[in-house]
């Protein structure tokens, strides 16, 4: 509070005056607000040279969040009064409104005018950075377009928090609804889209909305699961806690605590599943932090006793998290492009949106700021992007008579992130084609420590979602079946909007059983295994181990292309390379036996790519059990 201090400081004020300006600052620490902004506007005109009214009309327009008007006043007192506080408080304000350069003068200023504290000058030094790098942003600006949903979702009430499907077909956001005679409170509402009708008019999620506040959700790529925040429930650990719910036969059950060790006595929020379902992300105040609200992260380890189980949460890293508040976490469908709000990354002000990117060994890129204008001197957050990479949504309260609304808008092609599809996989049994719940595993086969695993349900069903671009192992394996094999090779022109489908034939393990292989990769026209068949070779080792009365037949398959006689010969040394590689691992000669077939047992045509493809093959045949 500035205007105390100086009360009665010009001895050329009247007493009349003097008597109105206590009755002013009296009114002011009673909150008595309009009063006191009446009585020192009249002060300032009367006697324009007194100057304590005006320091405490920016105390008034201070409390108040009218920093504009704060500014005015403050620089109507500023030439008279040598105090750097002033000065500072000029800067501040001029910072969280945007006058950037104004904002960068004044900094200077106090930290000529004033002893600062090594601490406190290094924060300074920090904002009038900001300061620099917001000039330079709003000379070029990113594109920016953003368009405000219809009124099927929009309403007069605050919609905010939206999350997206991976089909990009579901929209689930939080709704703060404004009931006469009730309490506000927050409640989900999802919206279906139409290619022909756009997005339907949103409906509350009965299951999971109650007469408490429900937000700051996510959906799983599989649409199974939401994740969600709730705070001071009976249940609870700590002021607010993450919850989940899980759809079944189109319904959602009554949402669950995920419990310790992801929530603490502490603040847990704002969740992001990965696409992959290994990393839970959230935002929390919880101990061990770099600052004062962090982002973490906690892998999903299965279920037990119906229950979620998490890792312990680690913290992301100096990369992401600061001394200030990093919050509103969202992790690609890519699991690459990472997005988050800071208020001390160097920024426009407030809370900025911020880009890094997950690398090969599990950290994070450095932060990068979005840029202006989706970054402005106000507070920017709840940013997710679409599955292709195309399309960003966020909440703005950029209509006052509609309040926070959601907005879309196109990312520029360098801001989009790598896009992605997916398989919708169905397993069963080969014999009785009875569903089977599989383990399913997705190796990227250029970082194979990036891979994932997904469990198929009770129906057999399971969906699986990889960026394009890259190739990769897919393997589905279960206790008393051969394991099924394939591979994806992605190329840019993949599109979520035409996902996989892929049926899966599980074969139970009994003499005569065959399964392909097709992860298993050899050098052109060579024997010589190359580094990208690891996953499965430890695959087939793995299986061998648990199977371990099993005899099997090692057999390597080509296709038409060359003579037949070096395409046996070929296959045969393939087999043995396969057979040896067996034995460095573990698994006794005497279970083995390796058998070239050369182009004689083609699965497919040899007249196409993909035909070929299929006929180059490694097999594992079962001659004994």
């Known amino acids: 509070m500035l205007s105390p201090v100086d009360v009665y400081s010009q001895s050329d004020i009247s007493s009349k005056t003097r008597k109105q300006f206590e009755k002013a600052r009296k009114s002011y620490l009673m909150l008595n607000y309009d009063e006191a902004i009446e009585i020192s506007e009249k002060l300032v005109k009367k006697s324009p040279g007194f100057f304590d009214a005006s320091l405490l009309l920016a105390d008034i327009y201070n409390e108040l969040d009218s920093t504009k008007l704060e500014i005015v006043y403050l620089k109507k007192a500023l030439p008279y009064y040598n105090k750097p506080v002033i000065l500072y408080r000029l800067a501040e304000a001029s910072y969280s409104v945007g006058l950037y350069n104004e904002a960068i003068v004044a900094y200077q200023k106090y930290l000529q005018e004033a002893k600062v504290a090594e601490i406190r000058k290094s924060d300074i030094l920090r904002k009038i950075e900001s300061c620099k790098f917001a000039v330079e942003a709003k000379k070029h600006p990113v594109k920016f377009q953003p368009k405000r949903l219809n009124e099927k979702i929009n309403t007069t009430n605050d919609e905010y928090w939206p999350s997206l499907s991976l089909d990009q077909k579901e929209l689930v956001f939080t709704r703060l609804l404004k009931e006469k005679g009730r309490v506000p409170h927050e409640d989900f509402f999802v919206s279906d889209y139409n290619e022909k009708y756009g997005w339907s008019l949103a409906r509350p999620i009965v299951e999971i909305n109650t007469s408490k506040n429900e937000g700051a959700q996510t959906l799983s790529a599989n649409g199974r699961f939401l994740f969600f925040t709730a705070c001071n429930r009976a249940d609870g650990h700590g002021s607010c806690d993450i919850y989940y719910s899980e759809k079944t036969g189109g319904k959602w059950s009554s949402p669950k605590n995920i419990g310790a060790p992801v929530n603490s006595k502490s603040w847990e929020t704002q969740p992001s599943l990965s696409s992959d379902n290994r990393y839970l992300y959230f935002s929390s105040n919880r101990a061990g932090g770099k600052g004062l609200k962090d982002i973490w992260r906690a892998e999903f380890l299965g279920f037990k ?91 703005s309260a950029r209509d006052r008579e509609t309040g926070l609304d959601i907005y879309t808008f196109e990312l520029s092609e360098k801001m989009r992130p790598a896009p992605v599809t997916y398989a919708r996989v169905k397993v069963f049994d080969a014999d009785t084609k009875r569903p089977v719940e599989a383990n399913i595993e997705l190796v990227n086969l250029l970082f194979p420590a990036q891979k994932r695993t997904e469990t198929a349900n009770k129906k057999g069903d399971a969906l699986l979602c990889f960026p394009v671009g890259a190739n990769y192992a897919f393997n589905v394996s279960e206790p008393g079946y051969m394991f099924y094999s394939r591979s994806f090779q992605l190329d840019n022109t993949a599109s979520v ?129």
Request: aromatic content about 10%.
């Open 305 to 395: 006793r119906g229950r979620i189980k998490w890792g312990e949460p680690e913290n992301l890293g100096d990369s992401i998290n600061t001394p200030g508040n990093e919050i509103s976490p969202f992790i690609h469908a890519n699991n690459i492009d990472f997005y988050f709000a800071s208020d001390y990354h160097c920024g426009m002000g407030g809370f900025d949106l911020f880009t890094a990117t997950l690398k090969p060994d599990n950290t994070f890129s450095e932060a990068k700021n979005m840029g202006y204008p989706i970054n402005t001197s106000e507070d920017e957050q709840g940013l997710i992007i679409s599955a292709d990479g195309t399309t960003a949504f966020f909440s």
């Open 497 to 625: 909007f035409k996902p996989y489908t892929i049926k899966i034939k599980l074969q139970p393990i009994k003499t005569g059983a065959e399964m392909n292989l097709y992860n298993i990769y050899f050098e052109t026209d060579s024997f010589s295994i190359l580094k990208e068949s690891e996953p499965e070779l430890q695959k087939l080792v793995a299986f061998l181990k648990i199977n371990s009365s099993l005899t099997v037949e090692v057999q390597g398959h080509t296709d038409n292309s060359g003579s037949s006689r070096k395409n046996l010969t070929l296959s045969e040394m393939r087999a043995k390379s396969v057979e040896k590689y067996l034995v460095q691992n573990g698994i006794s000669t005497r279970r083995l036996h390796a058998v070239g077939y050369g182009e004689t047992r083609p699965v497919a045509t040899n007249k196409t790519k993909e035909g070929r493809k299929l006929n180059r093959r490694t097999t594992i045949k079962i001659v004994s059990k």
